[in-house]
Every structure is written in C-alpha cells, then in structure tokens.
C-alpha cells in the first residue's frame, strides 16, 4: 500500500468514525437518511469515465449525475450500453444527466431525447441566452425556453432541475428562490439542483432555502468553501471544513424528506481530487449514517 492509499483509506475511516461519535441521537439508534450520497460528474471532468468509476468504486460512492465528458448527447444506443454495463461493473448507477447548458428549443429537444434513450428521469440544466461575450457569466436566464422545458418534461415525464449559479450570475438563476420564481407557472415536474456554496454564497442560508423549498428541490450539489468577505470567489475544500454547517443542512434534509441523491462538486485539483474526496465521503457518510 502506497502513502496514497493509505490517505484515502484513512481518510475515509477516520472522518466517518470521529463523525458518527460526534452525531445526534438519532444517528446512535441507527436511523438512516432517505437521501443518497452521489457524484456530480463534473468532480471528475479531466478523468476517462473508466478512471472515475475506478475512483468511485474506490470511495464506495454508488450514485453518479453523468456529464456529457463521459457520456456525449450523440452517444449511439451501443455506446450507451457499453456506458452503463461499465456503471454497473463498478456498482455506479447514473441517476441522472448533467448539469446541460441549454440555450435554444433545439438544444431542449435534443436533451430530452436522449434521456429518453438512456433511460433517466431527471436532467439537471440551465436554460440560459449566450452573453455577447464567450465568458460563461456572461450568460442570461431565458424564460422562455423554461416554457420549452417544461413542455418537454410533461411529454416525456422527466424532471428538470435548475441549477442555481450563485453571484458570479445574477442575471441567470443565482438561487433557489429565483428558480422557484421562474417555474412556479411551469410544470410540477421543474425544481431546483440546489447548489448550497453558490446559496450560500448569494448571500442566502442554505439551511433556509432548504426548508423553504424542500418539495422543487430535485437534485443537491453538496460541497463546503472557504471565502473572504464578500464570499466569492467560490474557493473548494473538503466537507469537513469551511464556512457551510453541513449538520444542519443533514437535519433540514431530513426535515423535508429529501430522498434524491446528495452529490459531490468538488471543484479543485480536478485531476488529482482522490485523497479530499476520501475525506469529503468520510465526513459526509459520518454525519448522515449512510
């Protein structure tokens, strides 16, 4: 075994062990969240799909949002299988697709299309207008194209959760209550990717908006930072540390009945992430019992 190795093992062991001393009563009885630890598929987007499996196979983490580095919309039905024979080999289901950028109705009907195909129930994605400029906040919330999607998910029965990009985007769905306000028309089946940094980071409480809007939020992108006063930029680091008190998220979730998937975006050392990514597992299975 290499120092590597050994990290991560201990890592995981030892965050998930000094967390369960430290949690609530309910953890002691043995009660278990509905949610489901998972990865965003961005975590890993300078990995080769086998590289990722291999590494969530590694963190016993079974739950994947699948990214279109790993699996592209023009994927064929024979790439498709051969994607998900390898998520099943490495015990990974891939519960969703995402997060995609959408900006016309073409782009909307391509995505639904293929979900179709591949066989998932929920994309997450940002229905945006490109900027004047090719800088990616540049871009704008396009309501109309909401109107698009949700058409779409009432004829092919998938859901579709936007994903909230925080202050770096103010103009394009920076929180939960500016998604909620923009699909509140919409079909039941649009909610919210809740992003809790860039929540956070918009000056909002994640704790809050949790409670608030429990019953649209369809996907979690769970992470922590470390900010200066102004909160951006959004600066990663392992769950355990940072600004965000991710017990009370755990107990908010709980709370509504969260039961979707709480997916990992960590956002640095994208091609050497293993060794806080242990840790973020850790951490986050202490807390949750999972």
Known sequence: MNRREFLVGAGCIAAAAGCRSASGARRAAGSRAKFRLGMAGYTY??????????????????????KAFHL????????IAEFKAK????????????????????DAE??????????????????????????????????????????LCDRYDIRF????????????????????????DLSPRMGICLDIAHEYRSFKDPVASIRKYGE??????????????????????????GF????AIVAALEEVGYDGCCSIEYEAAYDNNTVPLAECVGYWKGITGE
């Not at 592209?72 to 790439?79: I, K, N, Q, R, S």
């Not at 959760?161 to 509140?184: L, W």
Request: include cysteine; glycine fraction near 4%.
């Open 87 to 106: 998520c099943a080999a490495h015990g990974v289901v891939p519960y969703a697709l995402g997060p995609i950028d959408m900006y016309t109705d073409e």
């Open 72 to 79: 592209p919309l023009t994927a064929t039905d024979a790439e």
């Open 161 to 184: 959760a936007i994903h909230n990009h925080g202050p770096d985007m103010p103009q394009c769905f920076p929180t939960a209550e500016s998604i909620v306000e923009a699909v509140k």
């Open 244 to 247: 965000l008190d991710l017990r």
């Open 45 to 66: 987007k300078d990995y080769k799909t086998d590289a990722m499996l291999d590494e969530m196979q590694k963190l016993d983490v079974h739950n994947l949002c699948v």
């Open 110 to 151: 391509k995505a639904f299309a293929f979900a179709k195909r591949f066989g998932a129930k929920l994309i997450v994605g940002l229905p945006a207008t490109k900027g004047k400029t090719p800088v990616w906040t540049d871009r704008v919330a396009n309501y109309e194209l909401c109107k698009t999607i949700s058409a």
């Open 216 to 241: 649209k939020i369809y996907d979690f992108h769970l992470k922590n930072l470390t900010t200066d006063a102004t909160r951006m930029p959004d600066i990663a680091v392992p769950l355990p540390r």
